[in-house]
C-alpha cells in the first residue's frame, strides 16, 4: 500500500541524508542492520564532514507516525520502520510500517502495513523501535504487541514471502530488539517478562531451526551479535537481565556459558546491546533512566563451567540506553545524560571522562575515527575516537531523534522524530 501524501500538519519522520560529492562514493559498504555489519556500528567511509547546515542534506523525506528504528540499506535500496500514532500518546500503535526507498533520492519504491492490537510504550520508546535487518534478498522485520510477536521476510520487491507470529509478547515498555542474520539462519531474541526464548529461523523458508528457552525477569531491548573469540568457533552473545550474558552455539542454539542473572540491584533490564572489545564481551545494565552495572567477561570456551568470567567492572555513570563502541584500543561509552568514557577495555582503565551537552537515546557509530551521534534534541554531534577529548561539530537537524545513524554507499542517515 503506497504511504499518502501528508499536510503540513501531519505528525511525520523525518529520514535525512548528507552525502559526499558523487566522485569518493565507494561501490559498497552495506548497512544490512542495527549499527552495520554484525552490528560493530563502524564504517570506513572518508572524508565525511564534522558539522553541515541543513541546505547541505542530499534529501528529507517524511513517513507516517513515528519510530526510532534505524535505517538499514542493501545497495541501492533502504528500509526503514514507523507507526502511526503521536510521539506524545502511551497507548496505540495499530498501524505499523515497512518502507523501502530508493537509497540514493528517497524516493519511495513501496510499503507494507503490519495491522497490530493497541499497546502501551514507554514514553522514551515507539511502535517502530526495532531495526530490520537484510541479506540482499529479503528484508526481515519484527513488531510486538501484547497479544502476537510477528517476525516477516518480505523480497526487495514488497511480496510476503514468509511471516511467523511467536506468541504474546509481556512488556511493561514495548518492544525494541532487532532481529540479525547468521549463514541461513534469522536470529531473534525473545526475552519478555512472560515465557522467554532465543529463535532461529531458516531465512528462505522462516521454518524454526531452534528454539532455546530462557530465564524470565523484564523484558530486554539487547541485539546479539555474533564472535569468533582467539579463532574458535562463532557464539552468539546475548544478554538479558534474567541471564546476564550467555553465549549460545548459534548453528543450534545449545548454551555454552551464562554469567547469571544480573543482580545489582535485583531485577534490572539490558536496553543496551553488547560489544566485543579488547577480547571481552562489555554489557550494561539497570533501570529508571540510568545505568546500574556493567560487566567485562572473558567469552573463552576452555575456561572451567560455573568459573567466574567476569575480568571487571563498573558501577557509576553508566550508559543505560546507548550502546558502547570500541575504535581501536579504546573503548567509548556514550552515557543517557551526555557524561562520555573513555576506557582501555581489557583492564577497565578510565583515560578521560566528559560531559558532552544534550540527552542521548541513540548510540554512537565510528567512521573514519570519529563518533557520530544523534542528541534527543536533534543534534548531530561528532567527537574525535581519540584518547583525548576532542569535540570536533555539532549540527542541529531541528527535531528530536532517539535514533542510531546508519552509514552506507557514502551517506551518512540521520532519522528523526518529524
Not at 552473545?237 to 551464562?258: E, K, V
Amino acid at each position: 500500500m503506497p504511504t499518502r501524501h501528508l499536510t503540513r500538519g501531519s505528525r511525520v519522520i523525518a529520514v535525512v541524508v548528507f552525502a559526499l560529492a558523487a566522485g569518493q562514493l565507494p561501490a559498497g559498504d552495506n548497512w544490512p542492520r542495527f549499527r552495520g555489519e554484525n552490528g560493530d556500528g563502524h564504517s570506513d567511509l572518508k572524508g565525511l564532514p564534522t558539522s553541515f547546515s541543513p541546505g547541505e542534506l542530499d534529501w528529507n523525506i517524511e513517513l507516517p507516525g513515528f519510530g526510532h528504528g534505524s535505517p538499514i540499506v542493501w545497495e541501492g535500496t533502504l528500509f526503514v520502520t514507523s507507526a502511526l500514532g503521536e510521539d506524545n500518546e502511551l497507548q496505540g500503535g495499530v498501524v505499523r510500517f515497512l518502507h523501502c526507498l530508493e537509497a540514493r533520492t528517497g524516493r519511495e519504491k513501496w510499503s507494507r502495513i503490519i495491522g497490530t492490537s493497541e499497546s502501551h510504550r514507554h514514553v522514551k520508546n515507539s511502535w517502530a523501535s526495532s531495526t530490520p535487518a537484510t541479506d540482499g534478498e529479503r528484508v526481515y522485520v519484527a513488531f510486538a504487541d501484547l497479544d502476537n510477536y510477528w517476525l516477516s521476510a518480505y523480497d526487495f520487491e514488497g511480496n510476503l514471502d514468509w511471516r511467523r507470529n511467536l506468541g504474546p509478547f509481556e512488556s511493561q515498555h514495548g518492544m525494541g530488539v532487532s532481529p540479525i542474520l547468521y549463514k541461513d539462519l534469522v536470529i531473534l531474541p525473545n526475552d519478555q517478562d512472560g515465557p522467554s526464548s532465543v529463535m532461529a529461523f531458516d531465512r528462505r523458508t522462516g521454518r524454526t531451526a531452534w528454539s532455546t528457552l530462557r530465564s524470565i525477569e523484564r523484558a530486554s531491548y539487547a541485539t546479539p551479535l555474533v564472535i569468533e573469540h582467539n579463532g574458535g568457533p562463532p557464539q552468539l552473545i546475548c544478554a538479558s537481565g534474567a541471564t546476564g550474558i550467555s553465549s549460545l552455539d548459534p548453528d543450534s542454539g545449545r548454551l555454552n556459558w551464562s554469567t547469571g542473572q544480573f543482580g545489582v540491584p535485583p531485577q534490572t533490564r539490558t536496553v543496551s546491546s553488547p560489544v566485543y572489545a579488547g577480547g571481552l564481551i562489555v554489557q550494561s545494565n539497570g533501570g529508571g533512566g540510568k545505568g546500574f552495572y556493567m560487566v567485562a567477561v572473558d567469552p573463552d570456551l576452555s575456561l572451567a563451567p560455573g568459573g567466574n568470567r567476569i575480568r571487571h567492572f563498573r558501577d557509576k555513570t553508566l550508559p543505560y540506553v546507548p550502546t558502547p563502541i570500541v575504535h581501536g584500543e579504546y573503548l567509548f561509552l556514550w552515557g543517557d545524560a551526555g557524561v562520555v568514557h573513555c576506557v582501555e577495555p581489557a583492564s577497565g582503565r578510565e583515560l578521560w571522562m566528559k560531559r558532552v551537552p544534550g540527552k542521548y537515546s541513540g548510540s554512537p557509530v565510528c567512521i573514519d575515527g570519529k563518533l557520530y551521534i544523534i542528541s534527543e534534541e536533534g543534534d548531530v554531534v561528532v567527537i574525535a575516537a581519540e584518547p583525548e577529548f576532542r569535540e570536533l561539530g555539532r549540527s542541529s537537524l531541528g527535531d528530536p531523534s532517539h535514533s542510531t545513524p546508519a552509514v552506507a554507499q557514502g551517506r551518512l542517515y540521520l532519522r528523526t522524530f518529524h
